[in-house]
């Protein structure tokens, strides 16, 4: 029963994310007189509570293995980047739409990965799985490629963080299975 209760958090907690990702997204491309301390807050906040709940994912007994396979290196990766943009927050302003870009490119990438193991699977929706990866991996790119050449864009911004939402929304709906009938539950903890 902590094995299920462990997966429905993770479950629960990647659509949650899912969520605030396309919130911030919206956000973003809306509103583009943000406080940049106000913006630096909010993005530490989200990496490090992204990253517990990929670490949660990690840790979780899902049984394809597929949606959180990178997830421990990835999650701790996050919390330590959370943390410091949290205490750094207006000196690592210039340096947090570039690494916005490389998380989202590097998780797109690692989702080309899980779709090419979820056809192995026999999941249906694998060529979904890739569609969305290979978007947001795109979008990742033109971010850190925006960054660094000519003004950056709320547009591309705020649609790469769209899309990080959207295939980790799919992601975890395709791959992430809950038993709820009894017999088969009685059956994982034997």
């Known amino acids: 029963m902590v094995a299920l209760k462990k997966l429905r958090i993770a479950r629960n907690g990647y659509i949650l994310m899912s969520i605030i990702f396309y919130i911030a997204g919206v956000l973003y491309m809306v509103l583009p007189g943000a406080s940049p301390m106000v913006a630096c807050i909010s993005s530490g906040i989200i990496l490090a509570a992204y990253g517990i709940i990929k ?7 899902d049984l394809y ?48 990965q899980t779709s090419k193991d979820s056809k192995k699977f026999g999941l249906e929706t694998w060529h979904w799985i890739l569609t969305c990866a290979v978007i947001a991996s795109t979008f990742g790119a033109l971010v850190v490629i925006k960054s660094f050449w000519g003004e950056p864009s709320r ?26 009938n009894r017999f088969q539950l009685e059956e994982e903890e034997e």
């Open 65 to 112: 293995c597929l949606a959180f396979q990178y997830d421990l290196g990835c999650g701790l990766f996050l919390i330590v980047l959370g943390a410091i943009v949290l205490c750094l927050n207006l000196k690592v302003w210039q340096y947090l739409q570039p690494a916005l870009g490389m998380l989202i490119l590097l998780d797109g990438l690692m989702t080309i």
């Open 155 to 180: 547009i591309v911004n705020g649609c790469a963080i769209l899309a990080e939402g959207f295939m980790n929304h799919l992601l975890v709906k395709s791959t992430v299975i809950i038993m709820n």
């Open 55 to 61: 670490i949660i994912g990690y840790l979780s007994d």
